[in-house]
């Protein structure tokens, strides 16, 4: 009786690992083609917390070192004339008003050139996969 127990816990094993084995498969297929859309995309994807602070650029277009802006306010790399404009859309999403709010900003480049960005936030704070505000932005040209 022992031995079957046995033999059955093996057997288990042996499909749960080749499971896992397909699972980190499909994990790495689906890795490299979303880092393909983001390669090949000409829209930038940021995540904020609602206080407006840079949780991660998923994809920067201004040049500026993504990492480098992680944990400051999102409206300090915005022009100064420009930095209302991002705190009444926070104001709006927060306060329910809009889940989704455009908006166009300048932006200074690495090299110093203001460049205008057309941006939609939208409110994910409520979905527990996200827990942020999600910003797609891309050059006006």
């Given at each position: 009786?022992?031995?079957?127990?046995i033999?059955?816990?093996?057997?288990q094993i042996?499909r749960?690992?080749?499971e896992?084995?397909?699972?980190?498969?499909?994990?790495?297929r689906?890795?490299?083609?979303?880092?393909?859309?983001?390669?090949?995309s000409?829209?930038g994807?940021a995540?904020?917390?609602p206080?407006r602070?840079i949780?991660q650029?998923?994809?920067?277009?201004?040049g500026?070192?993504?990492?480098s802006?992680a944990?400051?306010p999102l409206e300090?790399l915005a022009?100064?004339?420009?930095?209302?404009?991002?705190?009444?859309?926070y104001?709006?999403?927060?306060?329910g008003?809009?889940q989704r709010?455009g908006?166009?900003?300048g932006?200074?480049?690495?090299?110093?050139?203001?460049?205008?960005?057309?941006a939609?936030?939208?409110?994910?704070l409520?979905d527990?996969?996200?827990l942020g505000?999600?910003?797609?932005?891309?050059?006006l040209?």
């Amino acid at each position: 009786m022992e031995a079957r127990h046995i033999e059955r816990l093996s057997e288990q094993i042996a499909r749960l690992e080749e499971e896992n084995e397909l699972l980190e498969e499909a994990l790495g297929r689906n890795t490299r083609m979303f880092e393909a859309l983001l390669r090949e995309s000409d829209q930038g994807i940021a995540l904020t917390g609602p206080d407006r602070t840079i949780v991660q650029v998923v994809k920067g277009l201004t040049g500026i070192c993504t990492t480098s802006v992680a944990g400051r306010p999102l409206e300090s790399l915005a022009v100064p004339e420009d930095r209302e404009i991002i705190l009444e859309a926070y104001r709006q999403l927060l306060e329910g008003e809009q889940q989704r709010v455009g908006l166009v900003i300048g932006v200074p480049r690495a090299d110093g050139e203001v460049v205008r960005l057309a941006a939609t936030l939208t409110d994910m704070l409520d979905d527990p996969c996200v827990l942020g505000i999600i910003w797609n932005y891309s050059v006006l040209r």
